[in-house]
């Protein structure tokens, strides 16, 4: 349906994209995977219309052809979900489903034909919301389903998936996978770009691994291919870090309590906090950090929470959010800019002058050790997702926090950076600094935590320590609840 070949991208002196051929049939899902910065971005942007290659060629159904932007291959039935979300967040749920052409009665916009078009989809997808809602208000889960059920309402004959599921809980995953399989049944082509290798072996026809902007595999059966072959694609001969084994902390005093729901956290201990969407798991970490007023009494480090972002800063507590883009970044800034937000601007570090040429240096530091990829006078907005991901890790780093608040702290990064951060948040707990961590990869709760809280409807249902730790555990307690 969709054939590229001998695509290559520049960037200045940079090549993030060689050569590279790709091909979508009718009714398959052909999956691309690679680390941060393979050139898979640039590959999505090519097919879907957003960029131009400076060499080779398209083609859609038998005919060459050249978008000339987004519109263009929306028009020909080419439909993308970005993995940088372009959700409006002033407008309704009914207007970011239909904002090219909307359904009209005369002048006006209709809003029953919106309804009724948009119902039977969103219904597929699980999302429901009202269509009068408006779309910024949504959790980022639901605006991740918002996007995809936007491209389906298009009726594609090529859809392009990009990190569809890194904001979704396992539930909506599945979900997903069965409207994938009735797209496939109608002959729809998917291009399937996703850092969770599992789900593309479970998922794709084929598979290509694209890697320093070259097709290493290129369009090989799924099933010739497991995960082992598909990450010594990606890596090349760089070995993916080990998980380091650690013993739970003992006999530590408590360095966050918290009465309602009563837990406690431990110096050096890593804490998850489960649950489905709304569970509650999600509110702790907001009154841990300042954002919202809390209902209960919190304590950290044997003081009151603090009651503003500004305070939770200043105590020296890190959040991580799921949602880089609307918390995380300031996408428009260099760089080296981000990772010295909280250190120099938020916290006054390194003096009341600007010394560039420190924060630089500081910069290339943190991208060294968290293997980011830009250097560090380029725009963050340039940078791949998961790099993006990586800076926010990086600017919390860089301002030496005392407790650490991460949501889905590895969104979007390839499964070595996700082992290298993984390596990191042991290595402060090590240090004696206490981890909440909540997370829609049941299996980065098992691989991390020392144990694990399950949230139902704001309360603790259940308590797993970490020789009880396992995804089938952790996925009945979350979906059925316990006793206490």
């Not at 539930?171 to 997903?176: C, D, G, P």
């Not at 890593?270 to 649950?275: H, K, P, Q, Y």
Request: proline content about 6%.
């Amino acid at each position: 349906m969709l054939r590229a070949t001998g695509l290559t991208r520049r960037y200045g002196g940079v090549t993030a994209l060689s050569e590279v051929d790709i091909t979508l049939a009718r009714g398959e899902v052909h999956a691309v995977v690679g680390e941060n910065g393979a050139g898979k971005s640039t590959l999505v942007k090519i097919l879907s219309g957003v960029l131009r290659p400076d060499a080779g060629a398209l083609s859609l159904d038998g005919a060459p052809v050249a978008f000339s932007g987004v519109g263009d291959a929306v028009g020909r039935g080419v439909a993308l979900v970005a993995q940088e979300l372009a959700v409006f967040p002033d407008l309704t749920v009914a207007e970011n489903l239909f904002p090219l052409s909307p359904p009209r009665r005369g002048l006006l916009l209709s809003s029953r034909r919106m309804a009724s078009l948009a119902a039977p989809v969103l219904a597929e997808l699980g999302l429901d919301v009202p269509l009068g809602a408006r779309a910024g208000e949504l959790p980022l889960a639901d605006q991740q389903l918002l996007e995809i059920g936007r491209a389906l309402l298009r009726d594609p004959a090529v859809l392009i998936l990009d990190e569809p599921t890194s904001a979704l809980p396992r539930e909506a995953v599945e979900r997903l996978m069965s409207v994938l399989r009735q797209l496939l049944s109608r002959g729809v082509a998917v291009l399937y770009v996703s850092h969770f290798i599992e789900e593309v072996l479970r998922i794709a026809s084929r598979i290509t691994v694209l890697r320093d902007g070259r097709a290493v595999l290129a369009g090989v059966e799924a099933k010739s291919v497991d995960l082992d072959g598909v990450v010594t694609a990606m890596l090349g001969d760089r070995e993916v870090a080990r998980a380091i084994e650690r013993t739970p902390p003992r006999h530590r005093p408590p360095a966050i309590v918290v009465e309602d729901p009563a837990f406690a956290v431990a110096e050096g201990e890593i804490v998850g906090l489960a649950g489905l969407q709304g569970a509650g798991h999600l509110e702790v970490l907001a009154a841990l950090s300042g954002r919202v007023p809390s209902p209960s009494r919190i304590h950290i480090g044997g003081r009151p929470a603090p009651r503003s972002v500004r305070a939770a800063v200043r105590a020296g507590i890190a959040f991580v959010p799921s949602d880089r883009k609307r918390y995380g970044l300031m996408l428009d800034k260099p760089l080296w800019q981000n990772t010295s937000a909280v250190s120099w601007l938020a916290l006054g570090r390194g003096g009341r002058w600007l010394h560039r040429g420190r924060h630089v240096s500081a910069a290339r530091a943190l991208s060294a050790r968290l293997r980011i990829r830009g250097a560090p006078d380029d725009p963050v907005s340039s940078l791949s997702g998961g790099n993006q991901q990586k800076v926010v890790v990086a600017k919390w780093l860089s301002s030496e926090p005392s407790v650490l608040l991460l949501d889905d702290p590895t969104r979007g990064v390839d499964v070595g950076a996700r082992a290298e951060m993984h390596a990191v948040i042991v290595e402060l707990a090590a240090s004696g600094k206490p981890v909440l961590l909540a997370s829609t990869d049941l299996a980065e709760l098992c691989e991390l935590c020392d144990r694990v809280l399950v949230f139902q409807r704001g309360r603790v249902v259940a308590r797993l320590t970490r020789s009880e730790l396992s995804e089938q555990a952790l996925s009945v307690a979350m979906n059925a609840g316990f006793t206490q």
